[in-house]
Structures are given as C-alpha cells and as structure tokens.
Nanobody
Framework: QVQLVESGGGLVQAGGSLKLSCASS????????MAWFRQAPGKEREFVAA??????RSYADSVKGRFTISRDNANTVALHMNNLKPEDTAVYYC???????????????WGQGTQVTVSS
C-alpha cells in the first residue's frame, strides 16, 4: 500500500519559518509529479506548489517568493516556508502521482496532512 507521510507542521509566529517533509513508501514517485496542497477551515483544498521529476517547479501566487519545494531524495519532498503569514494557517497535504496540474483531483495519492498554524 502506497503511503505518504507528512511531518514538520506546528505553531509559528508571523514572519517565521517551517519546513514540511513528505516521505513516500514508493520509490517510483521519483519519476512523478509531487505537490503540496493546503486546506483552511471552511475553505476548499488549494494548490500550494508542485515539482516534477525534472525538478520543474510551480507555485501558487500567494506563496511565490516565500515557499520553496524541493526533492530531498528519491522518496522525500520538502516544502520550505519562510515569512509565514496568518493566512498560511491550514492543514498541509502532500500529494503524488499527479499530472502537471494544480487540481486536487489530478493526484492519486495523499498524505494524512499536517497542521500549520501561524499566529499574528
């Protein structure tokens, strides 16, 4: 069974930084698009960032210049979040095996999510 496990969430003050990690049990994801999404209470799940197997990257406008997605190794994708804002508060989800697409329905595998809370 394919698993994606996120870690690194927590509580941080505005302007602070966090690093999220996503570890997969499937080495074949090294050749797949991996992405981060987030969902705030009462809102739809939204795209944050994606990276393909050639390390092309895509970001939501709201996080450009503040967040960086990277592949730490064949099984792990990270999201480096700097200059965090209260509006970044959400549950962050790792997703895998998608096409180069920002729609959640394009991704077949999901992690359980990790909470990020940014206080003002």
């Amino acid at each position: 069974q394919v698993q994606l496990v996120e870690s690194g969430g927590g509580l941080v003050q505005a302007g602070g930084s966090l690093k999220l990690s996503c570890a997969s049990s499937e080495r074949s994801f090294s050749r797949s698009t991996m992405a981060w999404f987030r969902q705030a209470p009462g809102k739809e799940r939204e795209f944050v960032a994606a990276i393909d197997w050639t390390t092309n990257r895509s970001y939501a406008d709201s996080v450009k210049g503040r967040f960086t997605i990277s592949r730490d190794n064949a099984n792990t994708v990270a999201l480096h979040m700097n200059n965090l804002k209260p509006e970044d508060t959400a549950v962050y989800y790792c997703a895998a095996a998608g096409t180069w697409d920002s729609r959640p329905k394009s991704y077949a595998y999901w992690g359980q999510g990790t909470q990020v809370t940014v206080s003002s």
